[in-house]
């Protein structure tokens, strides 16, 4: 019996579930009576038509990443892990003590300081419901999406009642420190001269690279990520091979809980410069999102983030320049989200049957 080619399932699968959704998001607008080629032209010309554009994009890519491998890591686990939401919020609060307490001299430094922070808060926000799985048994969706409640109402009382400045009616902390401000797009040489001040991607979005790449790393070259495979595969033949459900089930979700916790990084030190109520804006539940369409690898999660970031963008731009409504590019995210994730094997049984058939005949001739 022939496989299926890789790359039928990598790329072939994952584009055709795309278009699926997109002529299906076209079907919809034009039911509203809009013309679907023009949401279209609108979209691409306002996520990726301009620097303006593209800054946007990868600023908004930047933070999908984050919670994409958040997402992934705890996957191979076979841990569903919802709370990127609650942890990336846990962790811009950690990310603004941080920058607060001290008068760093150099954002190089303040970036080192600010990225622990985010990602220490946000790993000890996962700690909880992970412990809480390995050792009681609650289940972790349910424990997660708790946590994402219960981080929105900590920070809320800390940007209220401990962090907001004296005589200040925004529930914000005080802004950080120019020192700590992260070079933008624009701040680069060669191609700052196209982006604008105004560009919100920065620095950060390097460090999103680099952390699929350590991601990578740590599932498929390391033993922890291995074992952490080889549980999420089987948990019985995990502990007939000697790993320690308690031990992966903590090690993932922390690993989880600190990377949601790094978007901080991107969101409250590279744009906001201060800490905000809502400033995670639904992108640990867009991360599930991400993860799925990058079939939880490093690289696709990647690819998806650029989708979902502009698709961003674009919804923003769509809903400025069309009486479209904004609420339509979350109609998109998720029928992107139901063919990646939920239809994905409508096509791939009909897709694999037939490049099966065609080896098999192959070979017989």
Known sequence: MEKTPKWVDVALIPLLNLLIAFVISGIVVLLIGEDPIKAIKVMVSGALGSPYGWGYTLYYATNFIFTGLAVAVAYHASQFNIGGEGQATLGGLGVALVLLAFPWPHWTIALIAAMAGGAIFGAAWAAIPAYLQAKRGSHIVITTIMFNFIGAAVLNYMLVNVLRPRGSM????????????????????????????????????????????LVWVLIWRTKLG?????????????????????????????????LAGLMAINNVMGEAHRLVLNSVEGAGFIGIAVALMGRNHPFGVFLAALLFGFLYQGGGELALETTIPRELITVIQALVILFTG????????????????????????
């Open 170 to 213: 925004d529930p914000a902390t005080a802004r950080f420190g120019p020192a700590t401000h992260l070079p933008t797009f624009h701040d680069f040489p060669l191609v700052g001269q196209f982006f604008s001040k105004s560009v919100p991607a920065n620095v950060s979005f390097f460090v999103a690279i680099l952390a699929c790449y």
């Open 226 to 258: 291995f074992e952490i495979r080889a549980f999420g595969r089987s948990e019985s033949a995990a502990r007939y091979a000697g790993i320690s459900p308690v031990k992966i089930v903590m090690a993932a979700m922390l690993i989880s809980g600190g």
């Open 342 to 365: 939920a239809f994905d094997n409508m096509l791939r049984a009909p897709i694999e049957s037939f490049f099966v058939a065609r080896a098999n005949a192959r070979k017989e001739a």
